[in-house]
């Protein structure tokens, strides 16, 4: 084996592209902190299947990969524009959010300048033997040793449990849709999910994109097709301050907080609702919204398929009666789900999950595990129930960054200090009950 590293990661994702990010720009200034990020992918893609036209960011590209916490870091987005000579045409553009095509395109330069980001390897397993983590990859003889290993391969798509015997053909979830071959030339479509993915489906399809479909249903649970929340007041639930507060909160109050928090992080933008209300305001005065059917407050609780068409089985909420709804075509918008990833299956046994299967966090990000405290397991995107709704999204992706690599350090390299706080969440809440390792899982 060669030199153990400090700090393996586990994917090379935004939020551990983050981590790559600030380690380079701390290793410039002699830091010299060894690490090595392994992808399976071939090179680097954000969502790739997800880019569709008009698609948006919906946080501000100052909210980037560094910026919040090292804004002379040169893998900024402010450097990328000037890089491509772009900077003032994207001032005078006045855009209101970064479209998602550029961003991944920032992402991906930003993936190309890191020489510890490794494409085409692929993690199998994970063992720990002797203080430090063994990660074994596929076509390699020896495994990589790491003090610390970060976990960053994201989360899985959510399928609602009526859909999943159907999945596959002309039911499948809308992860990959900008690069799936098909068409809906003449079928009947359902696009089952009321969040931005939903909205930005159904757009496309009233373009026929995709084609011309006979119809397009857009259900939704959610009581009304809801917009994000972008007001001030509500963007400080993305601020340190209101995070290590809502980390001290008991458990139990933690699941009812987010749920109402909903629409802070899971709406959809204010200008695609506009175009979307403005589209079908201008096609309807012409009679071409006869095949278009917008269906909040509905529940999917069923699936069925007969007759070479699936029947949707809903239940209105407003009306609290069942209704049916045939198509030919369903498209999942249904978001992603956390699960622990397969390459740690030798260690499941070791890490402490909660009742849902979930890990249990420290403040700075660390897996509560019983091994020694001089190895840590870090995950990103994996404490949206213990951390709140900023940790899915990228509005804290490099404090967070910067927290885990304080961590690693041991002392306060990024300086996380804030010096305003205009909303006073309760600064002397009871620290959270400690967790304590349960074998039993």
């Avoid at 899971?266 to 059917?293: C, N, V």
């Avoid at 041991?410 to 620290?431: K, T």
Wanted: hydrophobic fraction near 40%; charge should be negative; aromatic fraction near 10%.
């Amino acid at each position: 084996m060669t030199l153990p590293l400090d700090l393996a990661g586990l994917g090379a994702g935004p939020f551990n592209l983050s981590i790559a990010a600030l380690i380079d720009g701390l290793n410039s200034r002699g830091e010299a902190i060894r690490s090595s990020f392994f992808e399976r992918k071939p090179s680097f893609s954000w969502h790739p299947g997800m880019l569709l036209p008009d698609a948006r960011v919906q946080t501000s590209y100052l909210k980037d990969l560094v910026t919040g916490v090292a804004p002379t870091n040169p893998h900024s987005f402010l450097n990328y524009l000037v890089s491509h000579k772009r900077f003032y045409q994207f001032l005078s553009a006045e855009l209101s959010a970064v479209s998602r095509a550029e961003y991944a395109n920032y992402l991906k330069w930003v993936s190309e300048r890191l020489p510890m980001v490794q494409y085409n390897t692929r993690v199998q397993s994970v063992d720990f033997s002797e203080g430090h983590f063994l990660l074994h990859i596929e076509g390699e003889s020896e495994p990589v040793a790491a003090k610390n290993i970060c976990l960053g391969t994201g989360k899985s798509p959510y399928v609602p449990e009526c859909a999943r015997p159907h999945m596959g053909g002309n039911v499948f979830h809308a992860i990959g849709i900008a690069q799936r071959d098909f068409s809906v030339e003449g079928l009947r479509v359902a696009v089952v999910g009321g969040g931005q993915t939903g909205a930005e489906v159904f757009q496309s399809m009233m373009d026929s994109h995709w084609g011309a479909p006979a119809s397009v249903h857009w259900v939704s649970r959610r009581q009304n097709f809801e917009p994000l929340d972008e007001t001030p007041f509500t963007n400080e639930f993305f601020t340190p301050q209101y995070v290590d507060t809502f980390f001290k909160l008991p458990v139990n109050a933690k699941q009812n907080i987010v749920a109402s928090q909903k629409l802070a992080s899971d709406g959809i933008s204010p200008d695609t609702l506009k175009a979307l209300y403005q589209k079908l305001y201008e096609r309807a005065i012409t009679g071409q919204t006869d095949h278009l059917d917008l269906r909040p407050y509905r529940e999917l609780t069923g699936m069925t398929y007969a007759d070479g068409h699936y029947t949707l089985e809903m239940m209105n909420g407003l009306h609290q009666q069942l209704e049916k709804l045939q198509v030919d075509v369903v498209i999942l918008c249904t978001g992603f789900e956390s699960e622990v990833p397969a390459y740690l299956d030798n260690l499941r046994h070791r890490l402490s999950l909660d009742e849902d299967g979930r890990f249990n966090l420290t403040r700075n990000f660390e897996v509560v595990w019983d091994g020694p405290e001089a190895n840590r397991i870090f995950a990103v995107n994996a404490g949206r129930h213990s951390h709140g709704i900023a940790e899915p999204q990228m509005s804290l992706m490099c404090w967070r960054s910067a927290s885990i690599i304080n961590t690693l350090l041991g002392e306060p390299v990024f300086d996380l200090e804030q010096s305003i706080n205009l909303v006073n969440w309760g600064r002397e809440a009871q620290p959270e009950v400690e967790l304590a390792f349960d074998m039993a899982i």
